[in-house]
């Protein structure tokens, strides 16, 4: 890992080659960055590249993206691919669902300042006894009953 804040790519040999259309945001938790991406926008002033609609491009690291952010016209701050192997759901305000599936989702770099999943993040978050402001757990604040 690099001396940026955000961690590199799990696997800079598969940037790139990951779906477009993934999920944006939530689940709460993280496990793997996959890449970082830089979205250009042809309405926004960034080159035309396929015919006015909105690509991006693929780094390995927050750094590299960061700059390429800063240099391309008509791109937007850099997001990261993550994937999460658990997550949490939250249909309705307050009412969480431990889910166990694979799943890819974009998310603003910032939320990787919250520590990496572990296998009692989740179970520390759904417990009854659980801090009354159970989101500490998550950004590593609070661990279970504290």
Same mark, same amino acid.
């Given at each position: ?30 496990? !793997?960055?996959? %890449?970082?991406? @830089? ?9 035309? =590249?396929? *015919?006015?609609?909105? &690509? ?16 391309? !016209?008509?791109? %937007?701050?850099? @997001? ?9 759901? =939250?249909? *309705?305000?307050?009412? &969480? ?50």
């Amino acid at each position: 890992m690099s001396s940026q804040p955000y961690p590199d790519a799990i696997d800079v040999s598969l940037v790139g080659s990951y779906p477009a259309v993934v999920w944006n945001g939530g689940g709460y938790v993280w496990d !793997e960055v996959l %890449e970082y991406r @830089v979205w250009c926008h042809p309405k926004g002033g960034a080159p035309d =590249e396929h *015919e006015g609609n909105d &690509y991006y491009y693929a780094y390995a690291s927050y750094a590299e993206a960061v700059a390429a952010s800063k240099r391309i !016209e008509g791109a %937007e701050e850099p @997001v990261a691919l993550i994937r999460q192997l658990e997550y949490l759901a =939250e249909d *309705e305000p307050g009412e &969480y669902q431990h889910i166990k599936d694979v799943r890819l989702t974009e998310w603003p770099v910032e939320f990787l300042t919250r520590p990496k999943r572990t296998a009692d993040t989740i179970l520390a978050f759904l417990s009854s006894d659980a801090p009354a402001n159970r989101l500490d757990i998550l950004r590593g604040l609070a661990g279970r009953g504290e």
